[in-house]
């Protein structure tokens, strides 16, 4: 687990100053249990409050996640055993915006603010696929499917699944779909309740 070894040795004699860097990306509105950060060569435990910079990487225990505000109002919540990073982040205002995110395994849950109110590239990249979001609430991680990804549309205007293998567009609430390792995203299709209930459980502390 993260606690182990040199990152344990960090946690135990890093100084708040070190993480009070004047970053922009998001706030920290919600911790439940075993949440740290890297940033840099830094790991610290997030508190409500904290600001998020580019390249925080959260990492989260069993029963445990954390939930981000963005600067735009779009809302992330990383969910339990979940490595996730924050990429890349910015707002222009004579170019598309950019949101990047890497999802190293577990799941989350992202409803978008008004970053998607105008051109932009908002992408969760995976090991399998990545995700691309057009204005949405959706959800997408991994441990509902076997050795598989699974992502969902609860609302808005579409989310895009893509590898080299091929693609899927989710164009209506409730549409999902899986990708398994070495293979194309499957055809968009609605969740049976019981799935549904799976992939919130990984969000719901």
Same mark, same amino acid.
Not at 45 to 54: D, E, H, L, M
């Given at each position: 687990?993260?606690?182990?070894?040199?990152?344990?040795?960090?946690?135990?004699?890093?100084?708040l100053?070190?993480?009070?860097? !004047?970053?922009?990306v998001?706030?920290?509105?919600?911790?439940?249990?075993?949440v740290?950060?890297q940033r840099s060569?830094v790991?610290f435990? !997030?508190?409500?409050?904290i600001?998020?910079?580019?390249?925080?990487?959260?990492?989260t225990?069993?029963?445990?996640?954390?939930e +981000?505000? +963005?600067?735009d109002?779009s809302?992330?919540?990383?969910?339990?055993?979940?490595?996730f990073?924050?990429r890349e982040?910015?707002?222009?205002?004579?170019?598309?915006?950019?949101?990047?995110?890497?999802?190293?395994?577990?799941a989350?849950?992202?409803?978008?603010?008004?970053?998607?109110?105008?051109?932009?590239?908002?992408?969760i990249?995976?090991p399998?696929?990545?995700i691309?979001?057009r204005?949405t609430d959706?959800w997408g991680g991994?441990?509902?499917t076997?050795?598989?990804l699974?992502v969902?549309?609860?609302s808005?205007?579409?989310?895009?699944v893509?590898?080299?293998k091929?693609?899927?567009?989710?164009?209506?609430?409730? +549409?999902?779909?899986?990708?398994?390792p070495?293979?194309? !995203?499957?055809a968009a299709?609605?969740?049976a309740d019981?799935?549904?209930?799976?992939?919130v459980a990984?969000?719901? !502390?």
């Amino acid at each position: 687990m993260i606690r182990s070894g040199i990152w344990g040795v960090l946690l135990c004699i890093l100084p708040l100053a070190a993480v009070a860097a !004047p970053c922009r990306v998001a706030d920290v509105v919600r911790v439940v249990g075993d949440v740290v950060v890297q940033r840099s060569d830094v790991v610290f435990r !997030p508190f409500v409050g904290i600001k998020v910079c580019r390249g925080d990487r959260f990492v989260t225990g069993p029963a445990s996640i954390a939930e +981000l505000r +963005l600067r735009d109002g779009s809302q992330v919540i990383v969910g339990k055993n979940t490595d996730f990073v924050v990429r890349e982040y910015r707002l222009y205002n004579d170019q598309p915006n950019v949101a990047l995110f890497d999802l190293a395994r577990g799941a989350f849950r992202s409803v978008t603010g008004a970053i998607t109110s105008r051109p932009n590239r908002y992408e969760i990249r995976t090991p399998i696929a990545t995700i691309g979001v057009r204005g949405t609430d959706f959800w997408g991680g991994f441990g509902v499917t076997a050795d598989g990804l699974d992502v969902i549309m609860l609302s808005g205007k579409g989310v895009y699944v893509t590898n080299g293998k091929g693609s899927v567009e989710l164009d209506k609430p409730g +549409l999902g779909t899986t990708v398994l390792p070495g293979g194309s !995203p499957a055809a968009a299709g609605p969740w049976a309740d019981e799935k549904l209930g799976r992939a919130v459980a990984t969000i719901t !502390p």
